[in-house]
């Protein structure tokens, strides 16, 4: 349901009048779905991001002769459209690197058409504002450093759009088996685990790092040798 607008402007040519309607503050609550304006037009409603409103009433202020049409007025809200789009992923990749999908996700949460959506974030990945393999192979390398397995990894890889199989030497080049038993072994040997259950413990902190079932059963076990007093 659609929260009250806390302000409406009236903009009027001739015989043609149309009303854009802006969203209360409180409009938003906990969902993720932003509020959008109303524009209202022949008792037609055409909802649209804040923004683009916006930048439409400041066109309608900027321009010698005010919109006259339905049909200048719906061409001017697409013109509104494609540029705040593509400001919004410009803002957004400035702080930090997108997938392709994460891109999409938000413009739509804004409001954004699907085609608007579509042709922006084509746009970002031909000028390779967004690169969805170079995202992926730093988002890996990044991850390895901090710990993670490769389980885990791909299971985030997925959540962000990325195929973790599309990724340039998935996943041999990242997590050579020895590799990743050696590296289970150093995060156990920095790992403080109390008695009792000390091996199972450990088999589940690994696997909850994203390392595989044998990789950590296998480590655990290195550990439970190497420690004389522990109850594993």
């Known amino acids: 349901m659609r929260k009250q607008s806390h302000q409406s402007h009236t903009h009027a040519a001739g015989d043609f009048t149309w009303e854009v309607s802006y969203p209360s503050k409180q409009a938003s609550g906990f969902s993720q779905r932003k509020p959008?304006?109303?524009?209202?037009?022949?008792?037609?409603?055409?909802?649209?991001?804040?923004?683009?409103?916006?930048?439409?009433?400041?066109?309608?202020?900027k321009v010698s002769f005010p919109i006259s049409s339905l049909a200048e007025l719906v061409e001017v809200i697409d013109q509104a459209e494609h540029t705040c789009?593509?400001?919004k992923i410009i803002s957004l990749v400035n702080r930090r690197d997108y997938t392709s999908f994460e891109l999409e996700k938000r413009l739509h949460l804004r409001g954004y058409t699907?085609?608007?959506v579509h042709e922006s974030v084509e746009k970002a990945s031909k000028t390779?504002?967004?690169?969805?393999?170079?995202?992926?192979?730093?988002?890996?390398?990044?991850k390895i450093r901090l710990g993670?397995?490769?389980?885990?990894?791909a299971l985030e890889l997925k959540k962000r759009g990325l195929v973790p199989e599309e990724?340039?030497?998935?996943?041999?080049?990242?997590?050579?088996?020895?590799?990743?038993?050696t590296h289970a072994c150093q995060l156990l040997e920095h790992k403080?685990?109390?008695?009792?259950?000390?091996?199972?413990?450990?088999?589940?902190?690994?696997?909850?790092?994203?390392?595989?079932?044998?990789?950590?059963?296998r480590a655990a076990a290195t550990a439970a040798e190497n420690d004389s007093d522990s109850e594993l």
């Open 167 to 181: 990724i340039e030497g998935w996943p041999e080049a990242f997590f050579p088996e020895d590799d990743q038993y």
């Open 128 to 142: 390779h504002l967004v690169d969805d393999r170079r995202f992926g192979r730093l988002f890996v390398e990044s």
């Open 36 to 61: 959008t304006a109303t524009i209202e037009v022949d008792e037609r409603k055409l909802y649209v991001p804040v923004e683009v409103a916006r930048r439409l009433e400041k066109y309608e202020k």
């Open 114 to 116: 699907e085609a608007v």
């Open 192 to 217: 403080t685990l109390r008695p009792p259950h000390r091996y199972q413990k450990a088999v589940r902190f690994l696997v909850g790092r994203g390392f595989s079932y044998g990789t950590a059963m």
């Open 148 to 153: 993670w397995g490769k389980r885990k990894i």
């Open 85 to 87: 789009a593509w400001e």
